[in-house]
């Protein structure tokens, strides 16, 4: 590719041919890069959003105006010294080998196609991470995400990066069955607040280091194997289905509904307790829950299964309710399913509203 250096020969335009060293504006199709070097001068990207085929900052020490957005369609590397203006964003289109120089990118960063895009060294975003509709790769180092992840994406979200949010933000998860499958770390002086929808996390490492987190009305599903590290985050409701292992490296905390299988699944739970504030809802009907987590239902809630035929829980559950009621709840003739022997009972008051306690 060859460089097509800005000179700013004519005015400050990115829009202006006669300001780039091959007289010829930018676009995703040229073979060029878009260069900014050490000669360039300030650039304002006018008139409307621009596309180039490659982006290079490398030794800019002058300031690009952001008044429109710039899509890249290629590799991108900043300059450490740059400056930037204005509030419109960077967007990545194609695949794509990224470069920070350790500057910090103080707007919005969008990742918009369904391609592979590799992380060469750390990266830092004072705006928000948009993860966009088509379903990308990400790999290779950490991005430090200040304002929030919004995670539309349509498919799968990929890849090896580890994303740390780090300053105050909402979070959107996709809604895909396939669902964010990055590692997520929550690392905050601020407040992060989880989208009031449901949010599809599955098969990265979910953990929580330190920050307010916010996750009134949301639920979080997960249907694949997933670590979760966060006994910091209170949830609201959560939501686990799927034939593999979900594992709890520290306890779960939640003030909603604890949800566990779909159909004949046979769902997995190892490791910490699961403190289910709002009761526990087997959503299967001929499968199996199980493993080593014991679910503790401490709040007022119910334990029921709606449409279970021979399907049932067989992991320990322990009511620990102070001041709190337990519904043991039936839909039909059919009560909830559980195993006799694994209910503990500690503290709370037990309701039953149409029959009794069984065992499959």
């Known amino acids: 590719m060859a460089a097509n250096i800005f000179d700013g020969s004519t005015d400050s335009n990115w829009g202006t041919a006669a300001n780039w060293s091959l007289n010829a504006v930018p676009n995703e199709t040229d073979g060029n890069v878009a260069t900014f070097d050490a000669t360039s ?41 740059m400056g930037v203006a204005g509030s419109s964003y960077l967007q990545i289109n194609a695949i794509s080998t990224m470069t920070s120089n350790g500057k910090v990118w103080p707007n919005r960063l969008n990742f918009s196609t369904n391609a592979t895009f590799t ?23 950490q991005i430090t995400a200040s304002a929030g992840l919004l995670c539309n994406a349509a498919a799968a979200v990929l890849g090896t990066t580890n994303i740390i949010l780090d300053g105050t933000g909402t979070v959107t998860l996709p809604t895909s069955t396939t669902g964010f499958r990055l590692n997520l770390t929550i690392n905050t002086a601020g407040t992060i607040t989880f989208a009031a929808a449901t949010g599809i996390y599955n098969t990265g490492t979910l953990t929580y280091t330190a920050g307010t987190v916010v996750t009134t009305g949301s639920t979080l599903t997960c249907t694949l194997a997933t670590i979760f590290a966060c006994n910091g985050i209170t949830w609201n409701n959560i939501s686990f289905s799927g034939t593999n ?84 709840a039936t839909a039909g003739d059919t009560p909830f399913i559980g195993l006799l022997n694994k209910l503990n009972y ?3 008051t037990i309701v039953t509203d149409r029959g009794t306690w069984s065992t499959p």
């Open 245 to 328: 292992t979900k594992t709890l490296s520290e306890n779960l905390n939640l003030t909603g509904l604890l949800r566990l299988g779909s159909t004949t699944d046979n769902v997995t739970l190892t490791g910490n307790t699961i403190n289910a504030g709002g009761g526990v809802r087997y959503n299967g009907t001929t499968g199996t829950v199980s493993g080593t987590t014991v679910i503790n239902v401490n709040g007022t809630g119910t334990l029921d299964a709606p449409s279970a035929t021979s399907g049932r829980i067989d992991n320990p559950i322990t009511i620990n309710a102070p001041g709190g009621t337990v519904t043991i």
């Open 41 to 81: 001068p300030n650039c304002t990207v006018n008139s409307f959003d621009r596309p180039c085929n490659g982006l290079n900052f490398t030794g800019y020490t002058n300031t690009i105006t952001m008044s429109f957005n710039i899509a890249v369609h290629g590799s991108l590397t900043l300059g450490l010294d």
């Open 346 to 348: 500690v503290a709370g």
């Open 119 to 141: 992380l060469a060294d750390n990266w830092s975003i004072d705006g928000l991470l948009h993860i966009a509709t088509d379903s990308p790769t990400i790999n290779g180092f």
